[in-house]
């Protein structure tokens, strides 16, 4: 097969590989659209992983299945699915214990282009297709439910571990697809004031459609400053982070009331420790959380979120700045990802 790799750090390119094998429980997939993402640029070129050497990238994937293993009950070769981006081992005692995504260790469940080739190729290989493939609805885009593999799961997923309430003021920090996503749920969790922080106008625009009620542009001062200002000086009740590095935690708590909670969604490509200051987290007792998870996969969600597709609850077109079409163009969206021109929210290749 056929697949664009991590050559090794700094270094991608085109290779090929022996086709994966199937095994009883699992499916092999060939794409019909995907998408690069942040994370594989973090995996590239600041090495979050450590150097790997011809791992095929890529982990949001819409596709078809071309074959499935003896033990697979509800897909079959010519079915149209969306795959999400963590896979885990449902029959493993971390799935057991309610972290399905820690499955077989931490981080476990995301495989693809962590612990095996991702979906950037000619064909590739899902484990537990019975738990982890989900029907593509024949009226959706597979171009719009490719954002379902992992943008809308893991934004959404930052407003659950930000336990966000009615009427909760909630700050959402960093707007690119993932934070629009985080912005989206913190709406339809019913959030009252969502303070959005970003700064390119096309972000902007999308957090404003999504439910952001005031932007904070981080070039324009001091974002603490500027949520002290809009608040009062109260602060926010919750906080989501989705961008930003380790030292955005320490911004993040000094403008979190006391009680307030952060859902950290955001994937740390570098840096050895994250700092909380010291007097503004109470001197440790100021009940100030951080919940910090990498995002449920598996076939449930990705029905549930498709539902919220089909009957026009969420809309991600405006996610999808760039389309390109035809495999080769992978390559060139994803270093559109690592340059991020100030047009782009999300680039979707179909195939």
Known sequence: MKGLAMLHLNAVGWIEKEAPKCGPLDALVQPLAVAPCTSDVHTVWE???????????????????????????????????????????????EAQGGYSMHSGGMLAGWKFSNFKDGVFADI??????DGNLAHLPSDMDPAEAVMLSDMVPT???????????YGDSVLVVGIGPVGLMAVAAAALRGAGRIYAVGSRAVCVEAARRYGATDIIDYRQGDMGSQVASLT????????????????????????????????????????????IPRVEWGCGMAHKTIAGGLMPGGRLRMQKLASMLSVGRLDVAPL??????????????????????????KPVVTI
């Open 47 to 93: 090495g979050a992983l450590g150097d790997r050497h011809n791992l095929i990238l890529g982990h949001e994937a819409v596709g078809e299945v071309v074959e499935v293993g003896s033990l697979v009950r509800d897909f079959k070769p010519g079915d149209r699915v969306i795959v999400p981006a963590i896979t885990p081992d449902w029959n493993s005692l």
């Open 124 to 129: 590739f290989h899902v484990n537990d297709a």
């Open 155 to 165: 934004g959404m997923h930052g407003a659950e571990l930000a336990d966000v309430q």
């Open 232 to 275: 009062g000086g109260k602060g926010v009740d919750k906080a989501i982070i989705a961008g930003g590095d380790v030292d955005t935690f320490a911004d993040v708590i000094k403008v979190l009331k006391p009680g307030g909670r952060i859902g950290n969604v955001n994937y740390l490509g570098s840096g050895d420790y994250v700092k």
């Open 320 to 345: 999808l700045t760039h389309r390109f079409h035809g495999f080769d163009k992978l390559e060139e969206a994803l270093m559109l990802m690592k340059d991020k021109p100030r047009d782009l929210i």
